[in-house]
Nanobody, 122 residues
Framework: VQLQASGGGLVQPGGSLRLSCVVSGDFVEINVMGWYRQAPGKDRELVGSISTDATPNYVDTVRGQFTISSDNAKNTVYLQMSSLKPEDTATYYC?????????????????WGQGTQVTVSS
């Protein structure tokens, strides 16, 4: 299972950016997709997540500013970021909880994308 994130870049304060993350490979189903971010010198923090049949969840610091959505047919999760601030500067990582086949049964594993840099600066 591989995750490929894209859409990062340099944006001015107040601007918007949309990140995408595609899940590919051999799996039974995707259970949860989401995003973390890690700012320089800080711990990685959860931004939010979305399951295949539920509403998204967000950390309080981004609720109302970021929107997570998914396209299950494309195995893709999106992170729409608006009203960006310099403190949103970070490397953004997508992740997925995926059910995979394991011998005669199945199991759930977490997988991570490579990270995409978002820089908010004038």
């Amino acid at each position: 299972v591989q995750l490929q994130a894209s859409g990062g870049g340099l944006v001015q304060p107040g601007g918007s950016l949309r990140l995408s993350c595609v899940v590919s490979g051999d799996f039974v189903e995707i259970n949860v997709m989401g995003w973390y971010r890690q700012a320089p010198g800080k711990d990685r923090e959860l931004v939010g997540s979305i399951s295949t049949d539920a509403t998204p969840n967000y950390v309080d610091t981004v609720r109302g500013q970021f929107t997570i959505s998914s396209d299950n047919a494309k195995n893709t999760v999106y992170l729409q970021m608006s009203s960006l601030k310099p403190e949103d500067t970070a490397t953004y990582y997508c992740y997925a909880l995926v059910t995979v086949r394991a011998y005669a049964t199945t199991r759930r594993n977490y997988y991570w994308g490579q990270g995409t840099q978002v820089t908010v600066s004038s």
